[in-house]
């Protein structure tokens, strides 16, 4: 079976309860996921799926066409699926089309962010038929996964479970809280907590980095997926923003504090233990609540690392 779906790293994190529930259903079947390269690759042996494929392949491009289905190249690589399950141009006559003729089996066609009320993972699972399946949101870790998170904790002179991660970026700025005061409270949680920082930058927020560097604060960026929910896994908690990454920490196992801006948290929060700060004025959103729900969430015993 082959899942096709287009979304960003959060997208994908809250479609994973319905990759589980598709292998549920689908027991003897061996599930493909093509979506963006750097996702593909990362869901593969960790999101429920055997093996990932680049959404970006000209097989994928040859479908948008007229005679897409005649595609040689198309017919091959669609053809060997049994069955295809499709998140991507739901509304796209020639994509609809092209697939159903390629694809060797049956093709069902799905909304890539569903209509409806309630958490996007559970309108996924009920667009697949399986609204009465656990929205189980999990990360199968690799030993790899964590000898490279182990690699980074070593160079920073960190110690597992004594350390928080600080997500200070997102896909939009207009998420984003303060990066000054992510900074204050880096210094907040080494002071009060005694536990040590540690800011994970994407290319988005590199420059960023003079800021906490100035702040004396451990900065990581350019790491693999993999292994920042590694560490993550290894870390006593987060605190970030309205994200992909914070997605992917709570995915990882790890508790923490999500910020929330204008995006409703109903639909979009994270799953797993965490707690959400909803402010729709980002920058009336003081350190102390953010600082408090760390500590309560600390004092209520989910700050235990699981390493």
């Known amino acids: ?176 809280w303060l990066a000054k005061r992510f900074a204050r409270l880096a210094l907040e949680i080494e002071h009060r907590m005694r536990k040590r920082a540690l800011a994970v930058l994407g290319p988005a927020e590199e420059d960023l980095r003079p800021l906490f560097h100035d702040y004396k604060i451990a900065v990581v960026s350019t790491l693999s997926l993999a292994t920042v929910a590694a560490l993550a896994d290894f870390a006593a908690g987060f605190v970030g923003n309205d994200s992909g990454v914070s997605h992917l920490a709570a995915a990882a196992g790890a508790r923490g504090v999500v910020i929330f801006g204008p995006t409703d948290p109903a639909r979009w929060r994270p799953l797993g233990r965490v707690t959400v700060l909803s402010a729709p004025d980002l920058e009336a959103l003081e350190l102390a609540p953010v600082l408090d729900a760390l500590q309560a969430a600390s004092a209520a015993g989910l700050s235990v690392a699981r390493r």
């Open 1 to 176: 079976m082959l899942i096709i779906f287009p979304g960003a790293l959060g997208d994908l994190i809250c479609v994973g309860p319905a990759i589980r529930a598709l292998q549920r259903m689908n027991p003897a079947a061996s599930l493909e996921l093509m979506a963006r390269a750097e996702l593909a690759d990362f869901a593969a042996g960790r999101l429920g799926v055997a093996a990932g494929h680049s959404i970006d392949r000209r097989e994928m491009s040859a479908m948008f066409r007229q005679d897409g289905a005649s595609d040689l190249a198309a017919q091959e690589f669609f053809g060997r699926f049994e069955e295809i399950c499709s998140f991507f141009a739901f509304d796209d006559p020639n994509y609809r089309r092209n697939l159903e003729l390629a694809c060797g089996g049956s093709v069902t066609f799905h909304q890539f962010r569903p209509d409806g009320a309630g958490h996007i993972a559970e309108l996924y699972l009920k667009s697949i038929g399986a609204a009465a399946a656990p929205v189980e949101s999990r990360i199968d870790l690799m030993p790899a996964d964590h000898e490279a998170a182990a690699e980074v904790i070593t160079r920073l002179n960190l110690i597992p479970g004594e350390f928080v991660m600080l997500f200070p970026g997102s896909g939009s700025q207009k998420k984003n």
